[in-house]
């Protein structure tokens, strides 16, 4: 499992949002870089998206994000922070963004928001995420 470079907290009276695929709140510790990832999507290496699955899109675009943080020397427990977009969101989706993110950071999810979007970028994208990791 990947280690966690920040501190991850999920306060009593609130929910239990892991299920869900996020935690409430985090913390970086001083004198760190901030690494900041563009939103990625489920494309491969030549930009085409690799599938009109959203299931797919959503795994494809985790591993992307794996790509890019390895190009800083860091991995997906270095992250942050998420701000994920869903074209036309609707609770089915939830699903396979909460598994993704399960496969990907087990029981210690970065923070994360979602936000439904009516479109993204062009027509076959469904799903994309911006990433905010930290660098000891």
């Known amino acids: 499992m990947i280690r966690v470079t920040h501190s991850l907290v999920n306060p009593d009276g609130l929910h239990d949002p892991v299920p869900f695929g996020y ?3 985090a913390t970086v510790p001083a004198g760190t870089d ?3 990832i563009s939103g990625q999507y489920g494309s491969g290496p030549d930009g085409a998206v690799v599938s009109s699955d959203f299931s797919e899109q ?3 675009t985790f591993r ?3 790509v890019a943080l390895a190009a800083h020397g860091l991995d997906l ?3 942050v922070q998420l701000r994920t977009y869903v074209v036309n969101h609707d609770v089915g989706k939830l699903g396979p963004i909460a ?3 399960q496969e990907s950071w087990g029981d210690k999810p970065p923070t994360q928001t979602l936000i439904g979007v009516a479109s993204l970028a062009t027509p076959d994208v469904l799903f994309e ?3 905010l ?3 000891p």
């Open 23 to 25: 935690s409430h709140t």
């Open 34 to 36: 901030l690494v900041l």
């Open 99 to 101: 598994g993704a993110v």
């Open 64 to 66: 992307n994000i794996g």
């Open 133 to 135: 990791a930290v660098r």
């Open 77 to 79: 427990g270095h992250v």
């Open 129 to 131: 995420v911006e990433a």
């Open 58 to 60: 959503v795994k494809q």
